[in-house]
């Protein structure tokens, strides 16, 4: 019996697929070993001690929040951008005091340098695996 010889249609196509395959293993491959050596940045390691309030809990009566308000401040009068701005409950005073989460505007700074180092070693990689393809192909 003679074999069927593959058309040059069919081949081109099996090449295809077979580059399209080990793109994606190479990608699986590369984003795996930067989260195992180089660790994103973890919330509840961050900020998980510090948990404001985003809102009230319990309604503090009017005369104790102007208390506070004349003590700690309003939310308008905190120094950092509107989505940083918590409250925390004040139990002595009964009402609640403005704070500014620090803690998260250090989460976001981590996570921006993180993803921007995990970019370059993706360009860097991907560089170097079209170097190698070229030469190999």
Not at 38 to 43: A, H, S, V
Not at 69 to 79: C, H, I
Request: aromatic share 14%.
């Amino acid at each position: 019996m003679k074999k069927k010889q593959d058309s040059k249609k069919g081949l081109r196509f099996r090449k295809f697929v077979l580059g399209f395959a080990i793109g994606i293993v190479f990608t699986l491959f590369i984003f795996y070993g930067i989260r195992t050596f180089y660790p994103e940045p973890d919330w509840n390691r961050t900020c998980g001690a510090f948990q404001p309030y985003p809102a009230p809990l319990k309604e503090p009566s009017a005369v104790n929040q102007s208390k506070c308000d004349a003590l700690y401040g309003t939310f308008d009068s905190l120094k950092c951008e509107p989505q940083y701005r918590a409250s925390s409950y004040n139990n002595s005073l009964n009402c609640y005091v403005p704070v500014c989460n620090t803690c998260q505007m250090q989460f976001d700074k981590d996570r921006e340098r993180y993803d921007s180092n995990v970019f370059i070693i993706s360009i860097v990689a991907g560089g170097l695996a079209l170097i190698v393809g070229v030469i190999i192909g």
